[in-house]
Structures are given as structure tokens and as C-alpha cells.
Nanobody
């Protein structure tokens, strides 16, 4: 039974940092890529980052490139999203999800098979 547990969200000031965690169970990291999505109020959910733990390939959306860093601890079945230089426009519910899709499609929401419950990130101006 695949389960994902996202945590680490909170309220932070403009320019601050947060680290999100996604603890996974019920599957092998070798077989999947793990992505982070976010959904701001009134907007569609958007893919922002992804990692393929077996070879550490990473993807970042332009909106977060240079500010966010994705990493994995395979021994703990955990993926992290270090978010620095946060801006008010980063305010959203953040979700982690897993996929077996080809690497070129990892930004697409519809290729993800399992989703975590989401964690709220609020950046005050």
C-alpha cells in the first residue's frame, strides 16, 4: 500500500526558508520518481520539482529554479524540498507524488500515480 506523508509547511516571512519532507512507504525508491507540486488559491496545481532517486536526476520549474533544492535520503525513503528566498507568490498547498513516467513528462500532473495529503506554505509580505 503506497503512502506519502508531506510535512514541514508553515508561515514564513518574505525571504525566509522552509524545508518540506515527503516520507514514502509501500514502494521502492528505485522504481519511481518523486515530484513536488503546489496549488495556490484559485489556481491549478503545478509541478515545481522532481527527483529520480536511483540516479539523482532532478527537475525544477523556472519559477523555483535557483531557490529550491530537491534531495532524497533513500535509506529513510524521504524526499526533501529545501525552499529558500521564499516569496509571497510561493504561498500554496504543497503536495508530493510519485510517478513511473519517462523523465520528460515529470512536470505533468496526470502522470502521477499516488499523492500525499498536502502541506500549507504561507509566505507573508
Amino acid at each position: 500500500d503506497v503512502q506519502l506523508q508531506a510535512s514541514g509547511g508553515g508561515l514564513v516571512q518574505n525571504g525566509g526558508s522552509l524545508r518540506l519532507s515527503c516520507v514514502a512507504s509501500g514502494f521502492s525508491f528505485d522504481d519511481y520518481a518523486i515530484g513536488w507540486f503546489r496549488q495556490a488559491p484559485g489556481k491549478a496545481r503545478a509541478g515545481i520539482s522532481c527527483i529520480r532517486p536511483i540516479d539523482s536526476s532532478t527537475y525544477y520549474a523556472d519559477s523555483v529554479k535557483g531557490r529550491f533544492t530537491i534531495s532524497s535520503d533513500n535509506a529513510k525513503n524521504t524526499v526533501y524540498l529545501q525552499m529558500n528566498s521564499l516569496k509571497p507568490e510561493d504561498t500554496a498547498v504543497y503536495y508530493c507524488a510519485v510517478t513511473t513516467t519517462v523523465w520528460g513528462s515529470v512536470a505533468q500532473e496526470n502522470v502521477y500515480l499516488y499523492w500525499g495529503q498536502g502541506t500549507q506554505v504561507t509566505v507573508s509580505s
